[in-house]
């Protein structure tokens, strides 16, 4: 089974700090993805990876920066974290094969900034 | 830009019906097109992916089919059971390494 695990399930940070969200999938996948979901707006894509060292902006980038370093770990971080940050963040990856692209999710994490 | 709408947005029904969940999407270049489910502040679960070749798909008492000329997708619970319920919600994709757009789900609700 395709295991995809993120570093907390809750996490309280203050404004202004430096927030790091970790993700690590088991199963040699080249795609990774960074979601945030919020009641009345779904989940909306922040920034995936398709290779080792590479990045792509999603639709709601602003705020947002990541790290892919190596293929199992894609990083998500706030730089400067603010209220309108508070939300539950969501990772996944998938294994691309032609056109075949399913996505596995992890657990999510909850994040509130105060 | 692809949108994903998920009809009707809240369901409940009593143990046992048979019942069809609704995803229409507005740009037909759709290739993938999967279903998920979601507990209470949990992940998502993936429950199917139809690609634009297929028309439908089963897993147990699951079954999801794809329209690609009329843009909608559906998923069929047969037998439905109080452990169903939960939230449902579709996903679609284009043929590349891209991310997912999301319906905002049904929530559904398994009566005993």
């Known amino acids: 089974d395709v295991k995809v695990t993120q570093s907390s399930r809750y996490l309280v940070k203050r404004t202004g700090e430096k927030v790091f969200l970790e993700c690590v999938q088991d199963m040699d996948h080249e795609n990774m993805f960074w979601y945030r979901q919020d009641p009345g707006l779904g989940l909306r894509l922040i920034y995936f990876s398709y290779d080792v060292k590479m990045k792509e902006k999603g639709d709601i980038p602003e705020g947002y920066s990541v790290s892919r370093e190596k293929k199992e770990r894609f990083s998500l971080i706030l730089e400067s974290a603010s209220t309108n940050q508070t939300s539950m963040y969501l990772c996944a990856s998938s294994l691309w094969r032609g056109r075949y692209n399913e996505q596995f999710f992890g657990p999510g994490t909850r994040l509130t900034v105060l | 830009k692809q949108e994903v709408t998920q009809i009707p947005a809240a369901l409940s029904v009593p143990e046992g019906e048979n019942l069809v969940l609704n995803c229409s999407f507005t740009d037909s270049a759709i290739y993938n097109l999967q279903w998920f489910r979601q507990d209470p502040g949990k992940g998502l679960t993936s429950l199917l992916l139809?690609?634009?070749?297929?028309r439908e798909q089963t897993s147990g008492r699951l079954n999801a089919s794809l329209d690609k000329s009329s843009g909608r997708s559906t998923l069929y619970i047969a037998a439905s059971q109080p452990g169903d319920s939960a939230t449902y919600l579709c996903?679609?994709?284009?043929?590349?390494?891209?991310?997912?757009?999301f319906g905002k789900g049904t929530h559904l609700i398994i009566q005993p």
């Open positions: 139809i690609q634009s070749s297929q």
């Open positions: 996903a679609g994709s284009g043929g590349g390494a891209d991310g997912l757009t």
